[in-house]
């Protein structure tokens, strides 16, 4: 009996262990967004200014979210971080170009909506530090002038990595020290939609002046486009998909709507 007994003594105690351990606990399952009948809108976004070094977490509010919501930038799907019916936050990557944003909403119901202009994604400042003995001979020149009068503009404030000047009388910009390789350049004046440019800066012993295209500044947008519902795009400058656009697809509108 004793040898019995010795030899169960194991079995009982990991018995009495497994007693013991507790079974894991199922999360708490997100609510069910399923449609109820409120009409899906944006009403805001916030912040409403980031720079693009960097993936940035963008609150929208609005109503209608359900689970099959989507939110895209131009053509791009955004990762949702957070979804409730009446505020989403989702992730908007670093790969977007300085410009101004709109932001359009679908679900798997077929309800769409729009907010143009959301959010203002700017060029982040360098954080490289500027080589004198290699950048002091590069330069980056340029004119600035009015898209519809064809003059130029003077005081037009010109940046590029850092460093900024400021037009003069003829239009005329000149920057110093740039340093190499590709470069944003900003173009901006109160009362006119800011430029961006891309200047490719090459490495020079000798010395080297970039002279950049013409650049052509326009008042700010007033443009309206009518779209319906067979979609469209609208062009908030005459630079068409250059400049900042936003695409409303087929269906996204019900009538006759000013962009």
Known sequence: ?????????PL????????????????????????DGTP??????????????????????????????????????LEIASLTRTQAIVIVP??????????????????RATLYPAFTISQAASTRAI?????????????????????PIQDATVGISGLETNTNSSGY???????TGRQA?????????PLYR??????SSNGQTLTMKLSELEPKSTRVTMIGSSGGTHFASADGEAGPFLKIPAGALEKETPI
């Not at 300085?98 to 309800?111: C, E, L, Q, R």
């Not at 350049?185 to 939609?193: A, D, F, H, M, S």
Request: net charge negative.
């Open 1 to 9: 009996m004793k040898n019995k007994l010795y030899y169960l003594l």
């Open 12 to 35: 009982l105690f990991i018995l009495m262990l497994f007693s013991c351990v507790q079974p894991p606990t199922t999360p708490e399952a997100p609510t069910n967004l399923t449609p």
């Open 40 to 77: 899906l809108r944006i009403s805001s976004v916030n912040p409403t200014t980031f720079t693009n070094d960097k993936d940035s977490r963008v609150t929208i509010t609005g109503t209608g979210f359900i689970n099959s919501t989507a939110f895209f930038v131009q053509s791009t799907k």
């Open 94 to 111: 670093k790969r977007f170009l300085p410009s101004v944003y709109g932001i359009m909403v679908a679900d798997n119901t077929g309800s």
């Open 131 to 151: 080589d004198e003995e290699i950048n002091y001979l590069s330069f980056v020149e340029g004119y600035v002038i009015d898209h519809d009068t064809q003059q």
């Open 173 to 179: 910009y000149l920057l110093r020290g740039v340093p």
């Open 185 to 193: 350049l900003e173009i901006k004046k109160t009362g006119y939609e």
């Open 198 to 203: 891309i200047a490719e800066v090459p490495v």
